[in-house]
C-alpha cells in the first residue's frame, strides 16, 4: 500500500501516491512550492502527518531504499 500525499489549491484537492516516504515527502514539497495549502501525508497504516509534523515522518531504512544508478564516471 503507498503513501497518499494530498494538497488543496483552487481548483480542488490534488492526490499522489509514492512508494516510499521520502519519495511522499518530495512530492508533499512540490505540493507546497506550487501553492497548495492543508498538504499532508498518509502512511499506509493510516496514519496522518499534516506539513508541521512532516520531520517526525519515518524514514525507510537504508537496506530497504532502491539504489540509485549513476552514470560511470568519464
Not at 519519495?23 to 508533499?28: E, G, R, S, T, W
Not at 498538504?39 to 496514519?47: A, D, Q, S
Not at 512532516?54 to 568519464?74: C, I, M, V, Y
Amino acid at each position: 500500500m503507498p503513501y497518499i500525499v494530498t494538497g488543496t489549491d483552487i481548483r480542488g484537492v490534488n492526490t499522489a501516491r509514492r512508494r516510499t516516504p521520502e519519495m511522499a515527502l518530495k512530492k508533499a514539497r512540490e505540493f507546497i512550492a506550487h501553492a497548495c495549502y492543508n498538504v499532508r501525508i498518509t502512511t499506509p497504516e493510516g496514519r496522518t502527518y499534516h506539513s508541521a509534523q512532516f520531520g517526525d515522518l519515518p524514514h525507510t531504512p537504508a537496506a530497504t531504499r532502491p539504489s540509485r544508478k549513476r552514470a560511470p564516471a568519464r
